[in-house]
């Protein structure tokens, strides 16, 4: 098992390069002993791009019926940002019964090591898309437009967001952020409605996160994307050229 290093190390490691010792192996990245801690998502992903780690593992269960909203959409971040750059993350879900709606929102991230529906009991991981289909929801960036790829349902569906305002908001959720922050007058209020009926936004009481996973590079070649890209009539700075 690899050793576990906390996030302090993590930022010393990438302050010095993402040097490992010799002979050392990377580590697995420890969080979730104090939710507040949590680092932002977004800068995590470049911190992991920079420094070498076995995988990110989420100490705590990740309890959707007792966590407040604003740490809830930062982990759903976090994982999602760890998937953009293909990092393991170990973690464990709890729900209420109430709450098991929330699974088809999220199951295009890693599938998490436990469910727990506190009701209920276990249910089978197996139920989590992600850990059978690859890609099931991911955007890309091109000049002034995101494309983003939405396979969740039987009909493969491809959403360009071109509205100023609406790429606004997509991207300020990527973080994790106050519902308010993003509704502060009617154009970015109706926006921000759009992206949550489309389901490439999640409303988590009073706060809200983006649900695309950014696609930085495509494993399975850039020949499947390009067709996508092409039927769009776009061309996205994300392909690599």
Known sequence: MSALMDIDELKARGS?????????????????????????????????????VAGVRLAEPVDFSALPGHVIVRIIALIRECSSIGARVDWSLVLSAEQLDLVPRLDHLPAPDSITVLEKGTPSVGEWRSSRNFGLLYFRKGPKFLSVVDQRSESDSLIIVDDPTMMDVFLQGLGGCAWAEVTRNPQYAAAARDLVNKGLMMRVRDHCVTLPVHMRSWPLGVALLGGTLASAGKQSDDVPG
């Open 16 to 52: 010095d390069e993402g040097r490992v010792p010799v002979g050392g192996r990377p580590a697995m990245l420890g969080l979730g002993s104090d939710w507040a801690e949590l680092p932002v998502a977004t800068e995590l992903a470049a911190l992991l791009l920079r420094v070498p």
